[in-house]
């Protein structure tokens, strides 16, 4: 099956910094990549798709001033949380999808997850 | 939107049979996925159903009745390691997909 990689998978930082956290699709192209977020004993919640090239379509009540993404080639998308705080503290996950590249309309059902980022904000 | 519904915990014995049921309701449906989730990890595929029916692959099955709203994932033969949190999926008209809160199924020995 496809593979998706997530770096770092754990980061502990300090209240006010910025994480950034790269998901990686690496045998496919990944035309349409999700950003998940999941706090403890809770399931999986959409904060956000990006699609290459263009802006990311933000989930209501995420801010994307906080959440910023950047989905720059068909293999990679970074989701970088600025200047984090103590409940930014989650799970968070990646997922990739490869639909139609150019001119070509389709839309594939299977996401592809990464193994997720734990972050811990102090 | 969606609403998706699925019990919060089930326990059962090593051995035994567990059925974990999901209802939603939806505007738009482009299948259902199951997947497993084990502590501190990302989910992983079980299965996609988007015709009625039941789909069966080795101790797992999946069931999926659109008009009813609802679909079950059959657990055969447990073991210890199907202790886990199972989530059922939607895929929206926007292909994207919607998690239920997850079901924590403990398998004693």
């Known amino acids: 099956g496809a593979v998706v990689s997530q770096h770092p998978s754990w980061v502990i930082c300090k209240s006010g910094t910025s994480v950034k956290i790269e998901c990686r699709s690496l045998?496919?192209?990944?035309?349409?990549m999700f950003w998940y977020r999941q706090f403890p004993k809770q399931s999986l919640m959409l904060m956000a798709t990006?699609?290459?090239?263009?802006?990311?379509?933000?989930e209501q009540g995420v801010e994307k001033d906080k959440f910023l993404i950047n989905h720059a080639s068909l293999t990679l998308s970074t989701l970088t949380v600025t200047s984090a705080h103590p409940e930014d503290s989650s799970f968070y996950i990646c997922?990739?999808?490869?639909?139609?590249?150019?001119?070509?309309?389709?839309?594939?059902?299977?996401?592809?997850f990464g193994p997720g980022t734990r972050l811990l904000v102090l | 939107g969606q609403n998706i519904d699925q019990p919060t915990e089930m326990t059962a014995t090593e051995g035994a049979i567990v059925q974990i049921n999901c209802t939603y309701q939806?505007?738009?449906?482009?299948?259902l996925f199951w997947y497993q989730q084990h502590a501190g990890e990302a989910p992983t595929f079980l299965s996609y159903?988007?015709?009625?029916g039941l789909e069966e692959k080795g101790r797992f099955s999946s069931f999926l009745s659109r008009s009813k709203g609802y679909s079950y994932l059959l657990l055969k033969e447990l073991q210890m390691k199907d202790s886990a949190s199972y989530l059922c999926?939607?895929?929206?008209?926007?292909?994207?997909?919607?998690f239920g809160a997850g079901t924590t199924v403990t398998v004693r020995a």
């Open positions: 997922s990739a999808r490869s639909d139609g590249l150019a001119g070509v309309m389709r839309f594939e059902v299977t996401q592809y």
């Open positions: 045998d496919f192209q990944a035309t349409t």
């Open positions: 990006s699609n290459e090239g263009s802006k990311a379509t933000y």
């Open positions: 939806t505007s738009g449906f482009n299948g």
């Open positions: 159903n988007v015709l009625d």
């Open positions: 999926a939607l895929v929206d008209g926007d292909y994207k997909l919607s």
